[in-house]
């Protein structure tokens, strides 16, 4: 299961973004995903749930800027 949820989580850290298709909810939803997955790979242990959700933020937007 594991295996599945990686793979999952490269298709959706590849996949582009429209800033215009994304909603307020849309992003939140991507961002808390990305977050969970951080803190995923490193097995819940240790970290800092308010750090994953800035990098996630930060990963998120960094896509939603790049496609244009």
């Given amino acids: 299961m594991a295996k599945s949820k990686a793979i999952s989580t490269e298709r959706i850290s590849?996949?582009?973004?429209?800033?215009?298709?994304?909603?307020a909810e849309d992003r939140r939803?991507?961002?808390?995903?990305?977050?969970?997955?951080?803190?995923?790979?490193?097995?819940?242990a240790g970290g800092d749930p308010i750090e994953d959700w800035l990098t996630a933020e930060a990963e998120i937007e960094?896509?939603?800027n790049r496609v244009h």
């Fill in 29 to 44: 939803r991507m961002i808390a995903e990305a977050a969970y997955y951080r803190a995923e790979r490193r097995g819940f």
């Fill in 14 to 23: 590849k996949t582009p973004v429209t800033a215009l298709a994304i909603s």
């Fill in 62 to 64: 960094g896509r939603i």
